[in-house]
């Protein structure tokens, strides 16, 4: 099983960009799907964007409230899954969490229970 470290996190102003990175220990990254969800003080946690693996399409889904604005990407060769964020708004202060689980998932993802390792969490804190 995978063990997930995320980084870049930080303090970014409305309209600014963050990448976030997750790298993952392990052998067999290639063949997880990898996922990025986000948890607000006093709310759920919720799905942001995930991808599968290359040998299930290598798609990419994203939550309709950061389409276009974020993009999720991975380098299996450095064992690690990105989120780009840009055009950041108030409302995406959270904590941002990586998730990983063996092998594809639907388009239709948004579950955390989708997924079955998770790393520590990256705060985000974008303010005006």
């Known amino acids: 099983q995978v063990q997930l470290v995320e980084s870049g996190g930080g303090s970014v102003q409305t309209g600014g960009s963050l990448r976030l990175s997750c790298v993952a220990s392990g052998h067999t990254f290639s063949w997880y799907s990898m996922g990025w969800f986000r948890q607000a003080p006093g709310k759920e946690r919720e799905f942001v964007a995930a991808?599968?693996?290359?040998?299930?399409?290598?798609?990419?889904y994203y939550a309709d409230s950061v389409k276009g604005r974020f993009t999720i990407s991975r380098d299996n060769a450095k064992n690690t899954v990105y989120l780009q964020m840009s055009s950041l708004k108030l409302d995406d202060t959270a904590v941002y969490y990586c998730?990983?689980?063996?092998?594809?998932?639907?388009?239709?993802?948004?579950?955390?229970?989708?997924?079955?390792?998770w790393g520590q969490g990256t705060q985000v804190t974008v303010s005006s």
């Open positions: 998730a990983a689980r063996r092998g594809g998932i639907a388009s239709t993802v948004r579950s955390p229970l989708e997924f079955d390792t």
């Open positions: 991808i599968n693996p290359i040998p299930w399409s290598g798609g990419t």
